[in-house]
Structures are given as structure tokens and as C-alpha cells.
């Protein structure tokens, strides 16, 4: 039991977003919680950190220089081994249809901005937990 909590503790999750408040919030807040945050300002940096990385998790903004967040999904959907990782779209985007547009663009999940410092965590780990569950 006490190595489950550890392992759930310490996962590694990139963060892809260009505003410096939203990346260091995100990031502030996965750090609090014993997780190890890597982070890019754009979709292309993204996606070579995505590469690079071990990662339990990918956090996307949909608004982003480069390459915007439905290319980043369609990238990673493609590829072999990172279209394993669980993807989560954190954005601004709260029109009617913009959920299930992200959705159906190859995320896993979706949560709207501004985010809520109090369930942004769990949020987060209940994506990881979903994949590691399906695993066995």
C-alpha cells in the first residue's frame, strides 16, 4: 500500500502552455502534490519534450504558438508509442461544442480555464488513474 501511494506520488507530467501565470500555476500545483512537471511554451516544443520524456501525462493548452493544441493531439494520436500517454486539454474554450470538439480532436479529457486551484490536482491524477486502471 505504501509503495502504491509513493508510485501515484511521483509521476511525471509535461505541461504545454504559452501563458507564463497558467505554466507556473500548473506547474506550482503538480509540484505540491510530489510530481515532477517538464514544461514547453509552444505545440513544437511540446511535442520534442513528449519524445524526450518518460511522461504519465500530457496537459495541452488549445491556444498555443507553433502549432496549436488539435495539432498536437493529431501528432501524438499518430505516434506509436506516445499515443499511450494520456492527453488533457486545459483551455479557455467554453462554447457550447468546444468539449467534444477537443474530444473528438484526440484528448482524453478536458478541463476549462481558470482552473480550480482546490481540484486541478485530482483532476489531473483521476486522468492517470483511468489509464493505469484500464491497464490492469
Avoid at 509521476?11 to 504545454?16: P, Q, S, T
Avoid at 505540491?32 to 511535442?47: N, Q
Amino acid at each position: 500500500m505504501v509503495i502504491e501511494k509513493e508510485a501515484a506520488m511521483n509521476r511525471r507530467f509535461l505541461v504545454i502552455e504559452d501563458n507564463p501565470q497558467n505554466l507556473e500555476l500548473m506547474s506550482y500545483l503538480l509540484r505540491a502534490f510530489g510530481h515532477t512537471v517538464v514544461s514547453a511554451r509552444d505545440g513544437a516544443e511540446g511535442i520534442e519534450m513528449a519524445s524526450r520524456e518518460k511522461l504519465d501525462l500530457i496537459i495541452c493548452d488549445m491556444h498555443l504558438p507553433v502549432m496549436d493544441g488539435y495539432e498536437v493531439a493529431q501528432y501524438l494520436k499518430k505516434h506509436p508509442l506516445l499515443c499511450q500517454i494520456p492527453l488533457v486539454a486545459v483551455t479557455a474554450l467554453a462554447m457550447v461544442g468546444d468539449r467534444e470538439k477537443v474530444l473528438s480532436a484526440g484528448f482524453d479529457g478536458y478541463i476549462d480555464k481558470p482552473i480550480d486551484p482546490q481540484m486541478f490536482v485530482k483532476q489531473i491524477e483521476a486522468f492517470v488513474q483511468r489509464k493505469e486502471d484500464k491497464r490492469g
